[in-house]
Nanobody, 124 residues
Framework: QVPLVQSGENWVQTGGSLKLACAYSESTFINKRLAWFRQSGDLEREFLGSVTWFGSRPGLAHSVEGRARVSPDDDNTTLYLQIDNAKPDDTGMYYC?????????????????WGKGTLVTVSS
């Protein structure tokens, strides 16, 4: 079991910034990749962005490109997601995910470890 502890606000005003954090143990795997996903309604989990421990990062999802940033802290114990100019379409359940290795992937099925999820509502 790899614990991933998510935190962040559950409501964001339209036009504001959505900010989430995902805490993990720095000792969890030497090489790893972490990602943020979002699930809205009955849709499949949508990849938003990720980082690997060699600094490579696949592109952000089109839905948040230009508005979002996925970044780790300097201690490599927390992964952050920030989406600026939040829109009602950003409403959903947000998950952080972790996998061993640095192979770039945007598929949810490639990540075996998941946080419990944070429900975020964006409205005015």
């Amino acid at each position: 079991q790899v614990p991933l502890v998510q935190s962040g606000e559950n409501w964001v005003q339209t036009g504001g910034s959505l900010k989430l954090a995902c805490a993990y143990s720095e000792s969890t795997f030497i090489n790893k990749r972490l990602a943020w996903f979002r699930q809205s309604g009955d849709l499949e989990r949508e990849f938003l962005g990720s980082v690997t421990w060699f600094g490579s990062r696949p592109g952000l999802a089109h839905s948040v490109e230009g508005r979002a940033r996925v970044s780790p802290d300097d201690d490599n114990t927390t992964l952050y997601l920030q989406i600026d100019n939040a829109k009602p379409d950003d409403t959903g359940m947000y998950y952080c995910a972790l996998a061993e290795g640095i192979r770039l992937s945007t598929a949810a099925s490639d990540f075996p470890y998941w946080g419990k999820g944070t429900l975020v509502t964006v409205s005015s």
